[in-house]
């Protein structure tokens, strides 16, 4: 059975860190661009970030440059979204997503724009002081 599973969210205050994790079961991530997405209430999903399989490319959007870091470990089938420097306003889901394609360096900004194929159920980050 294809799954991902999301873990690691929870109740963080302003400035701390949380690592989230995603797990596969039922398929190699090797081969898959790993998307990270999150939604609050009442707004639009919003992408966060990527990874290519294959290159390792990244992508982030602005609101996380620099203080969140997508990986993978391809021998523990999952990837991973260190966030540091919370703020209130990454309170969300967040969900994992997996595409099987490899996004080349030049299209690494459209990643979040993919039509990917499975997805997390999604872990809450709460960020609040």
């Known amino acids: 059975q294809v799954q991902l599973v999301e873990s690691g969210g929870g109740l963080v205050q302003p400035g701390g860190s949380l690592r989230l994790s995603c797990a596969a079961s039922?398929?190699?991530?090797?081969?898959?661009?790993i998307g990270w997405f999150r939604q609050a209430p009442g707004k639009e999903r919003e992408g966060v970030s990527c990874?290519?399989?294959?290159?390792?490319?990244?992508y982030y959007a602005d609101s996380v440059k620099g203080r969140f870091t997508i990986s993978r470990d391809n021998a523990k089938n999952t990837v991973y979204l260190q966030m540091n420097s919370l703020k209130p306003e990454d309170t969300a889901v967040y969900y994992c997503?997996?595409?099987?394609?490899?996004?080349?360096?030049?299209?690494?900004?459209?990643?979040?724009?993919?039509?990917?194929?499975?997805w997390g159920q999604g872990t809450q980050v709460t960020v609040s002081s």
């Open positions: 997503a997996a595409r099987a394609r490899t996004v080349w360096a030049r299209e690494i900004g459209r990643c979040v724009d993919l039509n990917y194929s499975y």
């Open positions: 990874i290519s399989s294959r290159n390792g490319n990244t």
């Open positions: 039922g398929f190699t991530l090797d081969y898959y661009t």
